[in-house]
């Protein structure tokens, strides 16, 4: 459950308390489904002109996307983002916490897992300055000197301490799966979540970083309402193969082995409540992204085939 249904049961449930059970029954039943829709963003860091941050927005606005995901704790003035989002239009609703990797939640230091807990805290409170309403979050790593076990154990408990800076903002905390040898299931994923057991706390599930070793719509089914947003991407799995593991990640979107009928098939069978599909792909100029937002567009007109 994501923070917007906690709410949304919240009022059900007191609108309820009103009325009959029977008739209670009949107005939940009589509600029709909500239609999932997906809005375009993108990371900042994929614009790549020299442009003010207003004119970056702009050019985003104008390129199709609704939306641009920014790295925190932000580098620029908030003031700065805030009138560049007011003269463009553009919204905020995501941003990517930058300490994560090298100050991850699961380190054994008790001083390091700190400064990554104060840092999600700071982008917290940017991210509800912005009018967003979600921080991505990378919840461990596993290496050589951090085992499985222990990598789980101690980010849980880490992403616990971060529970009450979430509460007092009302903001999102998205756990996201990536190349970090960890919650490398889906099972293992959700069991994750419903063990934290918080409206709160859920995923930013990336539908290409998983073609490595599953199908992402697998994954989207498992995880279901625990998806809070999405990170869309394009892996080969014949370049990784041919050319190394990395060299997977080098195809254009529509042109690797995501099945995206499939995949947004299974993103509208949940009906995923997120609102936003963000791009994290090889940016570049202004054309470029042209092409990434016509792209983007094609996968986000299979939702509702």
């Known amino acids: 459950m994501n923070r917007k249904d906690f709410l949304k049961s919240v009022a059900v449930l007191a609108g309820a308390a009103t009325i009959t059970p029977f008739a209670s029954a009949s ?12 809005k375009k963003s993108l990371g900042l ?7 003010s941050l ?3 927005f702009k050019l985003a606005k104008e390129l199709g996307f609704h939306g641009v995901e920014l790295n925190s704790p932000v580098d620029f003035k908030m003031a700065e983002i805030l009138e ?4 463009s239009g553009i ?4 941003v990517v916490n930058k300490d994560h990797w090298s100050s991850p939640l699961s380190d054994p230091d008790p001083a390091v897992r700190k400064k990554c807990i104060e840092s999600v805290a700071q982008s917290l409170r940017e991210v509800k300055e912005m009018g967003g309403d979600t921080v991505l979050v990378v919840p461990g790593v596993v290496n050589e000197k951090v085992s499985y076990e222990q990598a789980y154990i101690t ?3 880490a992403i616990r301490e971060l529970i009450p800076y979430a509460e007092e903002t009302g903001m999102q905390i998205a756990l996201e799966n990536v190349w970090n040898n960890f919650l490398i299931s889906p099972v293992e994923a959700k069991r994750y979540i419903d063990e934290i057991n918080h409206p709160l706390v859920g995923w930013y599930f990336d539908i290409g970083n998983v073609l490595r070793y599953g199908w992402p719509e697998h994954w989207i089914k498992t995880l279901n309402s625990r998806i809070m947003k999405l990170h869309i991407k394009e892996f080969s799995r014949e370049l990784m193969n041919s050319k190394g593991l990395w060299e997977g990640f080098k195809v254009d979107l529509l042109k690797g082995d995501n099945n995206w009928p499939v995949v947004m098939k299974a993103v509208n069978e949940i009906k995923h409540t997120g609102d ?9 100029d202004r054309n470029h992204l042209k092409q990434i937002s016509a792209q983007m567009d094609e996968i986000i007109g299979y939702l509702n085939n």
Do not use: C, F, H, Y
């Not at 107005?27 to 997906?38: D, F, G, I, M, R």
């Not at 560049?84 to 003269?87: F, I, V």
């Not at 936003?276 to 570049?284: D, I």
């Open 45 to 51: 860091g994929m614009i790549q002109e020299e442009l």
């Open 155 to 157: 980010s849980q408990n």
């Open 27 to 38: 107005v939940l039943q009589s509600k029709p489904a909500k239609k999932v829709t997906l």
């Open 91 to 94: 919204e905020l609703p995501t």
């Open 54 to 56: 207003t004119d970056k």
């Open 276 to 284: 936003w599909l963000t791009a994290e792909v090889g940016g570049g």
């Open 84 to 87: 560049a989002k007011s003269k």
